[in-house]
């Protein structure tokens, strides 16, 4: 009787620990740029509030561990790690256009200039747009890489510089502007300036000793990098929205059930939701600090934002003709032109 009983509590034990086992949480790393702080890395604020949502929506059955700073590799060698790696090393990943573009460079399309005249019309774009839907698919082909949430980690980009106020494109007239890219470095040349390439750790020193006079950054970085030390004006033109991208390790996506994915899909949709309020207001608030400490700030009319977009949005594409076919130029920006009018409504 006694070893009966020592064998039913056994068997129990077993049961009980392969019930256990069974619903053990899974555990997924997540892999992006900047510190832990929520404050003022939005990447961060993201992963925070999408680790808490992935959490609820699953009932633990999945958590998330952060790994801000870079901490699992720079944005080419996170691709490349969810590229190769299957379900011993599942990942998610919020990379920027330089992570992403290896793969598939036709995601430098969402970044044409002066598309948008809104926030609104940027979310339109990568909620509702053919573009967007199209890009999401042909990336995963490509990759089977699986591209979530366009996620705002800023606000627009805008023009500084120390020698005059911006109003249009006539007004870059020999001025030297350090451009982040070869993109950029275009976008300076068509409205009759300079473009030079200078790495961000050295811009300060640039603007400072007059290597160049300005530069395009959101609102954040200026404030970030001091540079209204060494800047007078802002010029708020909507130039380019500042994101990054959610993208999924291909065999763990394919590896959840359909339920699991739809909780994951709304759980970035609900972190980027709250992402959004927060990176306006910061943004808003970024802008008064700039003027607090002595900068103009200048906001262009529709007519001069016309005026920037008649000549930087082809100069762009040219520029862009080179990585992809005119179709995703194209698509992207008669998405944007539909964007901007549902964003009206």
């Given at each position: 009787?006694?070893?009966?009983?020592?064998?039913?509590?056994?068997?129990?034990?077993?049961?009980?620990?392969?019930?256990?086992?069974?619903?053990?949480?899974?555990?997924?790393?997540?892999?992006?740029?900047?510190?832990?702080?929520?404050?003022?890395?939005?990447?961060?604020?993201?992963?925070?509030?999408?680790?808490?949502?992935?959490?609820?929506?699953?009932?633990?059955?999945?958590?998330?561990?952060?790994?801000?700073?870079?901490?699992?590799?720079?944005?080419?060698?996170?691709?490349?790690?969810?590229?190769?790696?299957?379900?011993?090393?599942?990942?998610?990943?919020?990379?920027?256009?330089?992570?992403?573009a290896p793969v598939f460079p036709e995601i430098y399309a969402s970044a044409v200039p002066f598309m948008f005249d809104s926030y609104k019309a940027a979310h339109y774009f990568f909620d509702e747009g053919e573009y967007w839907a199209k890009a999401k698919e042909e990336f995963q082909k490509r990759s089977s890489i699986v591209l979530l949430e366009?996620?705002?980690?800023?606000?627009?980009?805008?023009?500084?510089?120390?020698?005059?106020?911006?109003?249009?494109?006539?007004?870059?007239?020999?001025?030297?502007?350090?451009?982040?890219?070869?993109?950029?470095?275009?976008?300076?040349?068509?409205?009759?300036?300079?473009?030079?390439?200078?790495?961000?750790?050295?811009?300060?020193?640039?603007?400072?000793?007059?290597?160049?006079?300005?530069?395009?950054?959101?609102?954040?970085?200026?404030?970030?990098?001091?540079?209204?030390?060494?800047?007078?004006?802002?010029?708020?033109?909507?130039?380019?929205?500042?994101?990054?991208?959610?993208?999924?390790?291909?065999?763990?996506?394919?590896?959840?059930?359909?339920?699991?994915?739809?909780?994951?899909?709304?759980?970035?949709k609900k972190a980027n939701a709250l992402n959004r309020v927060a990176m306006e207001e910061q943004d808003a608030a970024y802008v008064q600090f700039l003027v607090d400490k002595g900068m103009k700030a200048y906001a262009p009319n529709p007519e001069e934002m016309d005026s920037f977009r008649n000549i930087g949005q082809p100069a762009f594409a040219?520029?862009?003709?080179?990585?992809?076919?005119?179709?995703?130029?194209?698509?992207?920006?008669?998405?944007?032109?539909?964007?901007?009018?549902?964003?009206?409504?």
């Amino acid at each position: 009787m006694v070893n009966m009983k020592r064998l039913f509590v056994l068997a129990l034990s077993i049961v009980m620990l392969t019930c256990g086992m069974a619903f053990a949480a899974t555990e997924i790393k997540m892999a992006y740029t900047g510190p832990a702080d929520e404050e003022n890395n939005g990447l961060h604020l993201y992963a925070v509030n999408f680790k808490k949502f992935v959490e609820e929506g699953t009932k633990g059955e999945i958590t998330l561990k952060l790994f801000p700073d870079s901490q699992l590799g720079n944005e080419e060698e996170r691709i490349e790690l969810m590229s190769k790696q299957g379900m011993n090393q599942p990942l998610f990943n919020l990379a920027s256009f330089a992570g992403v573009a290896p793969v598939f460079p036709e995601i430098y399309a969402s970044a044409v200039p002066f598309m948008f005249d809104s926030y609104k019309a940027a979310h339109y774009f990568f909620d509702e747009g053919e573009y967007w839907a199209k890009a999401k698919e042909e990336f995963q082909k490509r990759s089977s890489i699986v591209l979530l949430e366009a996620v705002e980690e800023g606000g627009f980009l805008a023009f500084t510089n120390n020698k005059k106020e911006i109003k249009s494109p006539k007004d870059f007239k020999n001025l030297k502007f350090r451009g982040m890219d070869e993109g950029q470095v275009a976008l300076f040349e068509a409205f009759g300036a300079s473009g030079t390439p200078i790495p961000w750790t050295e811009i300060y020193m640039a603007l400072k000793t007059g290597v160049v006079d300005g530069q395009m950054n959101p609102a954040v970085y200026v404030k970030m990098g001091s540079l209204y030390e060494v800047q007078d004006y802002l010029t708020l033109a909507n130039i380019q929205y500042s994101d990054q991208f959610l993208v999924a390790n291909g065999d763990m996506w394919n590896s959840f059930s359909p339920e699991t994915r739809e909780i994951i899909t709304e759980a970035a949709k609900k972190a980027n939701a709250l992402n959004r309020v927060a990176m306006e207001e910061q943004d808003a608030a970024y802008v008064q600090f700039l003027v607090d400490k002595g900068m103009k700030a200048y906001a262009p009319n529709p007519e001069e934002m016309d005026s920037f977009r008649n000549i930087g949005q082809p100069a762009f594409a040219k520029w862009l003709s080179d990585k992809m076919s005119k179709e995703w130029i194209d698509l992207a920006l008669e998405s944007a032109k539909v964007a901007n009018e549902k964003a009206k409504e």
